[in-house]
């Protein structure tokens, strides 16, 4: 009997103790390159009606825990009409719901693009604004490049140059 006992304590026990590993691994962020980010980027995306390549060396993934992702990218817009073009960069795709700089943003895939004012916009897959965030402008990057992601807390920063939002799991 007391085998037992001591047997339930230690397997009760090491649950209890491995409970905030779980939990910090779920809130972790990681920012994907090489193969990671291959693996997860579309060669593509549809936005108003029309199709157009991915520029992977200006894409950007990270994940959230284990399974959720943001998803971003540029893309080759010369098929689009001028006024597209000044309002759309690329895609924002999450599968799950986040924040970017507090403003919620649900599951699904997005058009995004960075105005001149300081302003991310996000849009739906017909063209219709779905958000309007003010960015921060990060004058300490040393080298920004077109699109990256970093690692922000419990986060990631989203930049276009060195304009950045915050982006957050929900």
Do not use: H, W
């Not at 997005?110 to 990060?138: H, W």
């Amino acid at each position: 009997m007391n085998l037992k006992r001591g047997l339930f304590k230690s397997l009760l026990l090491s649950v209890v103790c491995c409970l905030p590993a779980l939990v910090v691994a779920q809130n972790s962020v990681t920012i994907l390159a090489g193969a990671e980010l291959n693996q997860v980027v579309p060669p593509g995306f549809y936005f108003q009606g029309l199709s157009a390549p991915t520029q992977m060396r200006n894409s950007a993934a990270a994940r959230f825990g284990s399974k959720r992702f943001v998803i971003t990218g540029l893309v080759d817009t010369s098929g689009y009409a001028a006024d597209v073009r000044a309002k759309y960069e690329g895609f924002f795709i999450t599968d799950s719901a986040i924040s970017i700089n507090g403003n919620d943003l649900g599951t699904g895939a997005y058009g995004f693009g960075f105005s001149n004012e300081g302003k991310m916009q996000i849009m739906d897959l017909a063209g219709n604004q779905i958000l309007s965030i003010s960015t921060t402008k990060d004058n300490d990057l040393k080298r920004p490049r077109p699109l990256m992601m970093t690692k922000a807390g419990d986060g990631i920063r989203f930049y276009s140059g060195k304009d950045y939002v915050t982006v957050m799991a929900k």
